[in-house]
């Protein structure tokens, strides 16, 4: 029966985003709603990427100080590891992770709340496609605003472990030697694609369970922390597959 239901949802997923990338009837009002939806979900969300990120990189930097170096490695290891910690899993699969309990908790409850109070009935009843005006404005929206969000995150990083330079844990100059070491700019544009792709997957399967609730308020609240848990599973399994391909 899971499977069968899994399956169920699975098809009216599908259904609802042939709803959503359909011909927008007018591009001047999808505009206005897109705008919006990238200062809701990705400006409102640089503050907590500059915040986390930072003391990740600097804790990330201090954990592998003390606990992996070692009078045999180079000095920089320090920072090569750091680096590529930040470059290939956090500024884009973590912290997707993060921004999938923030940002899809607050679409899902949004849509959730126009659905009970028949605002997208009211849309429907108007003529007016409902699922293309109010969800795909919010996925474009995340989908843009997202590879700034990892370059933030990024930087915030970097800027964290030199941060603990003043402490006396690393030297400045090895730290940059270790961020300069068998520099890839390829993993700076795998990092950005894998978070396009998790931008899509945060805001589509939010907004899935938004549009489909049944209910009241609990039902609203039901929906975003199953948005929240579903965006992470599926977050992390394509993450398992990108990775690969994207090496």
């Known amino acids: 029966m899971f499977i069968i ?3 169920a949802d699975f098809g009216r997923y599908l259904d609802l985003m042939g709803k959503t990338f359909s011909v927008p009837e007018r591009i001047r009002m999808y505009w206005r709603q897109l705008i919006k939806e990238m200062t809701q979900l990705g400006v409102d969300s640089i503050g907590i990427v500059l915040l986390i990120s930072f003391f990740i990189g600097a804790v990330i930097c201090i954990q592998i100080k003390l606990n992996i170096a070692s009078p045999w490695m180079p000095t ?3 920072g090569y590891t750091a680096r590529e910690i930040l470059l290939l899993e956090f500024s884009s699969s973590i912290m997707c992770l993060i921004l999938a309990g923030k940002v899809g908790s ?7 709340t126009m659905r009970v109070t028949q605002q997208i009935d009211a849309l429907e009843t ?12 919010k ?16 930087s915030a990083g970097f800027a964290g472990a030199y941060a603990t330079s003043l402490t006396g844990v690393i030297s400045t100059e090895d730290l940059t030697v270790g961020f300069l070491h068998d520099f890839r700019q390829w993993f700076v544009f795998a990092s950005i694609i894998k ?3 998790f931008a899509f997957i945060i805001a ?3 907004s899935f369970y938004g549009y489909y609730v049944e209910g009241g308020s609990f ?4 929906a975003s922390t199953n948005a929240v848990v579903s965006s992470s599973m599926l977050i992390l399994f394509a993450d398992i597959f990108l990775t690969p391909l994207l090496s």
């Open 76 to 78: 920089f290891t320090t």
């Open 106 to 112: 607050n679409i899902a409850s949004e849509i959730g």
């Open 139 to 154: 996925v474009l929206g995340l989908m843009l605003m997202m590879p700034f969000l990892v370059v933030f995150s990024i």
């Open 219 to 222: 039902d609203v609240g039901k």
């Open 5 to 7: 239901n899994r399956i």
């Open 195 to 197: 978070s396009i792709c």
């Open 126 to 137: 108007m003529g007016v496609n409902s699922a293309s005006y109010i969800i795909l404005p």
């Open 204 to 206: 589509s399967v939010s």
